[in-house]
Each structure stands twice: as C-alpha cells, then as structure tokens.
C-alpha cells in the first residue's frame, strides 16, 4: 500500500531550518489517535530540538518539528495535544499522539490561544503549587513576570490564594499591567 502525503515543517539536519514540504502521513497504532492539526506552538523547546541542544532532540532524521498543538480527532473532537510519535511533529497536516495526551479544548477558546497557552501555563503552575507549594495567604515574588508564563504566574499566584503577588521584570508597559 502506497502512503499518502501530507505538507510538514521537515528538519533534514540539526541546526537548520526546517523545509516545507511532503511527508508520509502517521497511521496511529491501537493506543495512538490521529489528530488533524489546525495550529502548532513554536517555543524554546522546539527550537532546542531542531537545534540538537534538547536533551531528547531527534537523531533519526528527516523529521517533522513540534512537540504540541491543537486539532481535530478523526470523531470530530477538538484536542490539545502532545507528544507525537517520532518521527511525526505537530507542525504537519497530521500527526500521532498517545490517546492520553489529548485533551478536550472548550470552545470558547480559539486554536491558537489552545496550542499556545499549555506550555507557560503548565510552566508557571507546576512552579508554584507543585514546586513551592505555595499556601494561602503567602507572599510570591515572580522574576520575568512581564513575558508570557510570569504573567500567567501572577494571576495563578492570585488564584491560588497569595497574599501578596511581587512581579519584577524588563517590560514597564506589561509590569504596570
């Protein structure tokens, strides 16, 4: 059986820019879902992985770039997904992802604001009530808080019951915001 093709952002070598071009379409495995991507995040850690300085950058090349985004599963559900199979990405026409690393994206919230928010405000979370367990009622002093995952760290310092949110960073406009 001939594969079909599809156009992806395909990495040749670490350290160059990805081509656009055709690339054999995934076919999922039974615990993998096929996801239709309608928007890909581009942020350090993909840029890490085409660059070879990510820990878990591709060795097995071409490949397709994008470790996230947001889709439409083959039953017509609009996911946030991540972790695609090597050698597919998520800047594709398609990709494979685990079934568990897809999660449902309410509609009120666009395709790109899905595929770009979960990496910072995953980031920001799991620093203050993972990392610093932060309790009600504690003071919170957030470094960058003027670039996009300190500012969600404010307002998640704030849900999560901080007495006292301290935001430094190198933006004035967005720090008085």
Known sequence: RKSRMMKAAVLHALGEAP????????TPNKDEALVSVKAA?????????????????????????GLDGVGVLEDGTRVYCG??????GTMAEKTVVPRTFCLPVPDAVDDLTAAALPNPAMS???ALAWRARLEPGETVLILGATGVAGRLAVQLARHLGAGRVVGAGRHAEALEA
Not at 19 to 26: D, K
Not at 83 to 88: A, K, M, N, T
């Open 83 to 88: 972790g695609p199979r090597p050698p597919f």
């Open 41 to 65: 995040s581009l942020k350090n850690s993909d840029k890490m992985m085409a660059d070879g300085s990510h820990y878990d950058s591709r060795r097995q090349l071409p490949a397709v770039v």
């Open 19 to 26: 081509s656009y071009e055709g690339f054999a379409e995934p």
């Open 124 to 126: 920001s979370w799991l």
